[in-house]
């Protein structure tokens, strides 16, 4: 059996919030793990995080790999910002650097923009975007989510678009609606595998938080759980089709994400050249040894 340093941290806390659990391995030099052993770690962690993060260093380079339950994920947003801000904290030449090169295994090289003096938070490049949009019904989309097709917002645009994972954007006209539905985990599965969606984002910009610039909720079960509760990869691409749609000048701005049964949860979206940047704030639960 081998041991491996090990942390449960949830990103994009505030306040109140409980944020998005990541699992983080952080693994020595001299310590490797095949596929299907990230694979079987992630699988013991089902129901207790949504992602494992894998953290090496390569040839002096961070490098993240990432795993739900089901399978290897592309790009995991909270996971990233969960290890990213750990590593800061316990580094100190990390701590010193404004900005930080990371390598991730599927969307190759990342910035991390440190500001954990100024305010507690990670902030981290997006990968590049892909416009890929949509052409699915809004009452197929709908009923998928549980929804009629007069909850959708008509003077906004269904699109679909990949910063990190597949997302489909779907906008609403209210608040309340948004934070009280539940779809059907494995009606709203099928929809995504037939259509290759890797998450669903719905919102609205009717907000609890007069100082935020919208409300998202993210649906992921094709990762082998029904909502991810705070979402970088998800927002990233919200970023992407609010600078699309005029809906964002780029200032940064805070977007408040949950349904009604939590306490919602703030990531931070921000622009440097040209280019979205997510982040928010993370607290450690857990600081251990992982046994395996």
Known sequence: ???????????????????????????????????????????????????????????????????SSECEVDFCGHGTIAC??????????????????????????????????????????????????????????????????????????????????????VPLNELATEVSIFPDEQKLQSFCIQNEIDIILIFTKDTENPECIAHTRVFAPKFGYLEDPATGSGNSAFGYYMLKNKLWDGNDCIIEQGGENRVFNSIYLSMKDNKVLFGGSATIRIDGTYYY
């Open 1 to 67: 059996m081998n041991t491996y340093k090990y942390k449960k941290i949830d990103a994009f806390t505030s306040k109140n919030s409980l944020g998005n659990p990541a699992a983080c391995i952080y693994l020595d030099t001299d310590q490797t793990l095949g596929d299907n052993e990230m694979l079987d770690i992630a699988k013991q962690h089902k129901g207790f995080v949504s992602e494992v993060i894998y953290c090496e260093h390569k040839e002096d380079s961070i490098f993240l790999t990432y795993y």
């Open 84 to 169: 990213i801000y750990s590593l800061i904290k316990d580094t100190l030449d990390l701590w010193n650097q404004s900005e930080i090169e990371i390598q991730t295994n599927k969307k190759g090289k990342l910035t991390v923009y440190n500001r954990m003096l100024e305010n507690d938070t990670v902030l981290i490049s997006a990968p590049e975007p892909k416009y890929i949009g949509s052409d699915i019904s809004r009452e197929v989309i709908a009923d998928n989510l549980g929804l009629t097709v007069d909850d959708l917002h008509l003077n906004h645009s269904i699109d679909l678009i990949d910063a990190g994972l597949r997302t489909l954007i």
